[in-house]
């Protein structure tokens, strides 16, 4: 089992911005793709973005340009940076790594 621990969810308007964070006691993210998945109500889970183990980015089409997915590989650490964030971003967040998945964050985007 790899413990990765998600952060940074809450409550924020529309337009609005947050930082999520997934953390690992080890500096593993360098070397697999690391991926934020997202799962909202009653929908299925589905990829929001990755980064690979060369740093290659890559997005889902409905958060390219808003969305930014970075790694800080000696805080043993990924990031999801959102901004202009939307109420279908609404959802629980979660960090997948090799198959191991965090506990996932909840995002809520709401007036």
């Known amino acids: 089992q790899v413990p990765l621990v998600e952060s940074g969810g809450g409550l924020v308007q529309p337009g609005g911005s947050l930082r999520l964070s997934c953390a690992a006691s080890?500096?593993?993210?360098?070397?697999?793709?690391t991926h934020w998945y997202r799962q909202a109500p009653g929908k299925q889970r589905e990829l929001v973005a990755n980064?690979?183990?060369?740093?290659?980015?890559n997005y889902a089409d409905s958060v390219k340009g808003r969305f930014t997915i970075s790694r800080d590989n000696v805080k043993n650490t990924v990031y999801l940076q959102m901004n202009s964030l939307k109420p279908e971003d609404t959802a629980v967040y979660y960090c997948?790594?090799?198959?191991?998945w965090g506990q996932g964050t909840q995002v809520t985007v709401s007036s």
């Open positions: 980064i690979t183990s060369g740093g290659s980015t």
């Open positions: 080890g500096n593993i993210f360098s070397f697999y793709t």
């Open positions: 997948n790594w090799r198959g191991f």
